[in-house]
């Protein structure tokens, strides 16, 4: 069985900071790992995925994520925060031998202070 | 660019009735799933439909539930008998390839609410 665990429900950071949203996932199978991201009102659009090949993943909006086998993490991480970068976010496991279905963490929510 | 379509956006309904959600994959997809998002609780998956069958479902997804595929561009998930704790977002998603690791493209969700 897969599940996926992010710490802090919430993570309120300033304009210009540093983003850093956590993810721990648990796996019995080599991983695939996503992002998405659910503004107000809207549906889950992909940030990024990592799917065995380079460890360092970037995507949109300028997000990456590293993925660390040894701690069994898929960071988010973003340099400079911007106030659009207020949504939450969530972080996924996929099972490809169960049809890649989806297994969610309970979310993040990040707010962005002027 | 494609997009995946959910109709109603809301939906308000009477314990005990029968719901219908509608989704429109993207066109050339084949693998369809319906997830759901209670109210302050993580997104849940219910069901992936392949081929025209259903390929896994949770326990979630019981007698109350099915999906259909009735004209080859619509997928449906249908509540027979609505309970209170059905209120929920319900998302749609659908994806390329079997077997390849390609995301799943998700719509904007239909808000079901029990009353």
């Known amino acids: 069985a897969q599940s996926v665990t992010q710490l802090g429900s919430h993570v309120s950071v300033s304009e210009g900071a540093l983003v850093l949203l956590r993810c721990n996932y648990s796996s019995s199978v080599p991983p695939y790992l996503f992002w998405y991201v659910q503004y107000p009102n809207q549906g889950l659009q992909l940030l990024l995925k990592?799917?065995?090949?380079?460890?360092l993943v970037k995507g949109i909006n300028g997000f990456e994520a590293e993925f660390k086998k040894s701690e069994t993490s898929f960071h988010l991480t973003k340099p400079s925060a911007h106030m659009s970068d207020a949504a939450e976010y969530f972080c996924?496991?996929?099972?490809?031998?169960?049809?890649?279905?989806?297994?969610f963490g309970g979310g993040t929510r990040l707010m962005v202070k002027p | 660019e494609p997009e995946v379509t959910q109709t109603p956006s809301h939906q308000v309904t009477q314990m005990g009735q029968e719901v219908i959600l509608r989704c429109v994959p993207i066109s050339n997809h084949l693998y369809f799933y319906w997830y759901r998002q209670i109210l302050g609780q993580k997104v849940e998956f219910l069901v992936s439909?392949?081929?025209?069958?259903?390929?896994?479902k949770s326990e979630i997804f019981d007698d109350q539930f099915s999906v259909e595929r009735p004209d080859g561009s619509n997928f449906t998930l249908k509540i027979r008998s609505t309970k209170l704790e059905d209120s929920a977002m319900y998302f749609c998603?659908?994806?390329?390839?079997?077997?390849?690791?390609?995301?799943?493209?998700f719509g904007q969700g239909t808000r079901l609410t029990v009353v």
């Open positions: 990592y799917t065995s090949a380079a460890t």
């Open positions: 439909f392949y081929n025209n069958e259903i390929s896994e």
């Open positions: 996924a496991v996929s099972d490809p031998n169960a049809g890649n279905m989806l297994t």
């Open positions: 998603a659908s994806r390329e390839l079997k077997g390849a690791v390609t995301e799943a493209f």
